[in-house]
């Protein structure tokens, strides 16, 4: 498929070999502070489909939310990876306030109610991200191993982490990003960030993206009942999982 976003071979060699790839930009700096300034004012301020979190899958009830996540920056570089049809699964919005939590390494399949674990995310930043501010860190090649996590040291934001006795940090890469830019990786590519030590806001989102042969536990913690999953290449050519249209206002 011919796309003007397609990857290169040099470039699809990387992620194979690295398990990320990046960054990129999507959105040019100018148009990215509307966007903000709406998901700040009409998004984080109101419930989303999940009763418990307005972070989480706010694709489904917000046209601004689904644009950024399903832009064609994004998803044709995804198509280029994992080929022609596409689902957007899961979408957070993960924010840190200055002095917010460490989030420790880990494997994103540790954690994720799909089977077989297969997926491809784009984390967006919608702040300037800086290494002050907690950057996502990521190790290049820790996609080859699956590692064994255990419950989480105290003090950090997720309750379970990759064992830190398993691996070494020693060539970690630090994703600056401006306001509209992302990068790629797989679901076993170990990545962490820093406590927020700036008097920044850090928040970008994670867009998360699978293969219609994937099973979803739609129902499941972190997903939450009336979840739904929307095509944003190709078609859902197997009707495994509850999908919906793409949202036209919000
Ligand atoms: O935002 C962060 O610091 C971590 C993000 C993350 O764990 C993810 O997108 O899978």
């Given at each position: 498929?011919?796309?003007?976003?397609s990857?290169?071979p040099?470039e699809?060699a990387?992620?194979?070999?690295?398990?990320?790839?990046g960054?990129?930009a999507a959105?040019p700096?100018?148009?990215m502070a509307a966007?903000v300034?709406?998901?700040d004012a009409?998004v984080?301020t109101?419930?989303?489909?999940?009763p418990q979190?307005?972070?989480?899958?706010r694709?489904m009830?917000?046209?601004?939310v689904f644009?950024?996540?399903?832009?064609?920056?994004?998803?044709?570089?995804?198509?280029?990876?994992?080929?022609?049809d596409?689902v957007l699964?899961?979408?957070?919005?993960f924010n840190k306030?200055?002095?917010?939590?460490?989030?420790p390494?880990?494997?994103?399949?540790n954690?994720w109610p799909?089977?077989p674990?297969?997926?491809?995310?784009?984390?967006?930043a919608?702040?300037d991200?800086?290494?002050?501010?907690s950057?996502?860190?990521?190790?290049p090649?820790s996609?080859?191993?699956?590692?064994p996590h255990?419950p989480?040291?105290?003090?950090?934001?997720f309750?379970e982490?990759?064992?830190p006795s398993?691996f070494?940090?020693e060539?970690?890469v630090?994703?600056?990003l401006k306001p509209?830019e992302?990068?790629?990786?797989n679901?076993?590519?170990?990545?962490?960030?820093?406590?927020?030590r700036?008097?920044?806001?850090r928040?970008?989102m994670?867009?998360?993206?699978?293969?219609?042969?994937?099973?979803?536990?739609?129902?499941?913690?972190?997903?939450?009942p009336g979840?739904c999953?929307?095509?944003v290449?190709g078609?859902?050519?197997m009707g495994?999982?509850?999908t919906m249209s793409?949202?036209?206002?919000g």
């Amino acid at each position: 498929m011919s796309d003007s976003h397609s990857l290169s071979p040099a470039e699809i060699a990387f992620f194979h070999q690295n398990g990320y790839l990046g960054p990129f930009a999507a959105v040019p700096l100018g148009e990215m502070a509307a966007i903000v300034a709406h998901i700040d004012a009409h998004v984080l301020t109101k419930d989303g489909p999940n009763p418990q979190t307005r972070l989480q899958s706010r694709h489904m009830d917000s046209k601004v939310v689904f644009d950024l996540a399903s832009h064609p920056a994004i998803i044709g570089r995804m198509a280029s990876l994992y080929g022609p049809d596409l689902v957007l699964w899961a979408t957070n919005f993960f924010n840190k306030e200055p002095g917010g939590k460490e989030i420790p390494w880990h494997q994103d399949l540790n954690y994720w109610p799909i089977e077989p674990v297969l997926n491809i995310s784009a984390w967006v930043a919608l702040d300037d991200v800086r290494v002050d501010n907690s950057c996502v860190q990521i190790l290049p090649g820790s996609h080859k191993k699956v590692l064994p996590h255990i419950p989480s040291r105290d003090g950090m934001a997720f309750s379970e982490e990759a064992d830190p006795s398993a691996f070494s940090t020693e060539r970690l890469v630090n994703m600056e990003l401006k306001p509209g830019e992302f990068f790629l990786f797989n679901e076993k590519l170990l990545h962490h960030s820093e406590p927020n030590r700036s008097s920044r806001r850090r928040l970008g989102m994670s867009v998360r993206v699978t293969l219609p042969i994937v099973k979803i536990e739609q129902d499941r913690s972190p997903l939450h009942p009336g979840h739904c999953a929307i095509v944003v290449r190709g078609q859902d050519t197997m009707g495994f999982n509850r999908t919906m249209s793409a949202p036209t206002a919000g």
